[in-house]
Each structure stands twice: as structure tokens, then as C-alpha cells.
């Protein structure tokens, strides 16, 4: 669940790293060298945290949106924008998005998606390529959701 959570942590536009069957040590040494906010399911792991002053959410629900919602709401965000944004990154390995101008994608994404969409990004890293399509809207409407959760009154 948390790699998921991950991956809608980028597309927000979140500088996010994802470890999956990470030795606690490498966890926490890769923490404190990227200045990162640890996010952890493993109560011990987050104990151990507090006790070195490393900053931390425990992940407690096992709901994406409720997990999200908690970590916005304890990171003092309170609005996330719609996607893609200036600070969008790319899903699969947290690369920056550029956008890419339309005619360089003939023969590259599906003919429908080429000629119904005008605005189309790609990935710095891995060249994966996006578009506004009926993902993003999901993703958008997931963002509609926290933002009502965690909006001030
Ligand atoms: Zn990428």
C-alpha cells in the first residue's frame, strides 16, 4: 500500500523515495542523508526514529486516501494542486517532468490519445511519457478528496 501511496506522492509533486524490503539501518542512514521525513508502517522502525530525532509519520491506516490525508495533515499541507502541476514527478522513479512538445509523439502513444490530448510531459529519467488523460482525472479527483479533507476553516 505504501508504494502506491509513493507513487501518488510524486504525481502531487512530492520529492518521494520508496524502499520496499529495506534493511531499518539503510532506511535510516538513507533518511538522514536526504533530509527526508521517513514514512513507516513498522512500529519498531518508527520508535527507533523517534528516539534518534528522525523526523517520521507511523502509518497506521491501511485506506491510501486516509494515509494520504494524515500525511498532508501532518506535513501542515493544506492544498494539494491538481495534477500535472509545476512539481508533478514521474511515478515510477520520482524523475522531474518536462513537457514535451506533440508532434515529437506520432507513433509513440496511442493514435486516440495523440489526437485527443494537447499537452504531454516527460519523464527526465526514464522517458516515460504523460498525458491529461483519464488517469490523471482519477488522480484529480483523489486530490479533490484530501483537499476537502484537509482544507482550514
Ligand atoms: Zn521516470
Same mark, same amino acid.
Given at each position: ?72 495533515? !501532518? ?39 495523440? !489526437? ?38
Amino acid at each position: 500500500m505504501l508504494g502506491k501511496v509513493a507513487k501518488k506522492l510524486r504525481l502531487f509533486g512530492f520529492d518521494t523515495e520508496y524502499l520496499a524490503n529495506t534493511d531499518d539501518n539503510k532506511i535510516i542512514k538513507r533518511g538522514l542523508d536526504s533530509k527526508r521525513i521517513i514514512l513507516t508502517k513498522d512500529k519498531q522502525l518508527h520508535k527507533r526514529l523517534i528516539k534518534l530525532k528522525i523526523p517520521s509519520f507511523p502509518i497506521i491506516s491501511e485506506n491510501e486516501l486516509e494515509t494520504l490525508v494524515i500525511i498532508m495533515k !501532518e506535513s501542515h499541507i493544506n492544498y494539494v494542486y491538481s495534477v500535472p502541476n509545476e512539481n508533478t514527478r514521474c511515478s515510477l522513479c520520482n524523475g522531474t517532468l518536462d513537457e514535451i512538445q506533440k508532434p515529437s509523439l506520432v507513433n509513440v502513444v496511442p493514435k486516440k490519445v495523440f !489526437e485527443n490530448t494537447s499537452m504531454f510531459f516527460e519523464c527526465s529519467n526514464c522517458n516515460k511519457i504523460y498525458w491529461d488523460g483519464k488517469h490523471i482525472k482519477e488522480i484529480n479527483q483523489i486530490i479533490d478528496k484530501i483537499n476537502k479533507e484537509i482544507k482550514q476553516v
